[in-house]
């Protein structure tokens, strides 16, 4: 079984990023009593630790991204779901069923699927992808920040914070900043 999950969907900032980790049935208990769960509830250090574990009690995983120019595109919704596909895409062996953490299954991946809402929550297989695609992600974002100063990416990873947003304010958007998430905020100085 494969859990693909995103993040970044909600980000002003920088690409959407997807994982899909293929998971033998009987390695389930052993990531959680590594302590595998929603990335989103686990600090930054204890993500960064499970990431470099869970290679070791997966069977594969991929990562994959969709980039600003897609998400201009075809909007968020439709460049997560193509990163999601990307990531599914990228294991090495396809899985006999994917959990997909949301309410969309993936249009483009013809094999059985499962559309779990709060999945990262819920499973965890969704939950690995969801911290291996979150430590990119942040790591991305960290290498980023020294190239765009003035938008303290290096704390946010790309959210909007009132630090983020006063950069936009201040220095307006960079290439990788979405320009329909930053508009609202150049727009209005409020």
Not at 71 to 86: C, D, G, T, Y
Not at 90 to 110: E, F, S
Not at 160 to 171: D, N, S, V
Request: hydrophobic share 45%; with cysteine; net charge positive.
């Amino acid at each position: 079984m494969a859990g693909v999950d995103e993040v970044g969907r909600g980000a002003l900032f920088g690409p959407v990023v997807a994982a899909a980790v293929l998971v033998p049935i009987e390695a389930i208990n052993q990531l959680q009593a590594l302590g595998v769960k929603d990335s989103k509830q686990l600090s930054p250090q204890r993500r960064s630790q499970l990431a470099q574990a869970l290679p070791d009690y997966v069977h594969s995983y991929g990562i994959s991204f969709a980039d600003v120019p897609t998400i201009n595109q075809v909007n968020i919704r439709q460049a997560s779901l193509l990163a999601m596909e990307r990531a599914v895409q990228k294991l090495p062996v396809m899985p006999a069923w994917v959990l997909v953490d949301g309410r969309d299954t993936l249009p483009h991946i013809a094999m059985a699927q499962m559309a779990v809402t709060g999945g990262d929550r819920k499973s965890l297989l969704i939950s690995a992808a969801s911290i291996l695609a979150k430590v990119w992600r942040d790591t991305l974002i960290t290498r980023l920040a020294e190239r765009f100063p003035g938008y303290d990416l290096a704390s946010n990873k790309g959210y909007g914070t009132a630090k983020h947003c006063q950069g936009l304010r201040q220095y307006g958007a960079t290439a990788l900043h979405r320009p329909l998430f930053c508009r609202k905020i150049i727009e209005n100085p409020d």
